[in-house]
Nanobody, 125 residues
Framework: QVRLVESGGGLVQAGGSLRLSCAASGRTFSNNDVGWFRQAPGKEREFVAAIRWSVGSTYYADSVKGRFTISRDNAKNTVYLLMNSLKPEDTAVYYC??????????????????WGQGTQVTVSS
């Protein structure tokens, strides 16, 4: 079974940047898609970005396009989410999730099988 551990969250001022990491153990991401999701207070968990490990193709929610970048490091078996130009509305618990690769990258929470514990991102105004 895949085990996922997120890190890199914290407090940052609006306009600043953070880089989140999602490290996998148990198996590699080689045959998987990896997604980032977030859940803000009073809101449902929402899709942020996803990457197909095998080829590096990506998919982003409209709310983060042009600001966030999802990437991978093959040697470290780690997926990153670089968040630039952060806004207070980006404040949420961020989760990474993984699934065996489908035909296309998915944005639905229920499409992903393995989840990390989450890391808090707080953006101050």
């Amino acid at each position: 079974q895949v085990r996922l551990v997120e890190s890199g969250g914290g407090l940052v001022q609006a306009g600043g940047s953070l880089r989140l990491s999602c490290a996998a153990s148990g198996r590699t991401f080689s045959n998987n898609d990896v997604g980032w999701f977030r859940q803000a207070p009073g809101k449902e968990r929402e899709f942020v970005a996803a990457i197909r490990w095998s080829v590096g193709s990506t998919y982003y929610a409209d709310s983060v396009k042009g600001r966030f970048t999802i990437s991978r490091d093959n040697a470290k078996n780690t997926v990153y989410l670089l968040m630039n130009s952060l806004k207070p509305e980006d404040t949420a618990v961020y989760y990474c999730a993984s699934q065996y690769a489908r035909w296309t990258l998915q944005r639905g929470v229920n499409e992903y099988d393995y989840w990390g514990q989450g890391t808090q991102v707080t953006v101050s105004s």
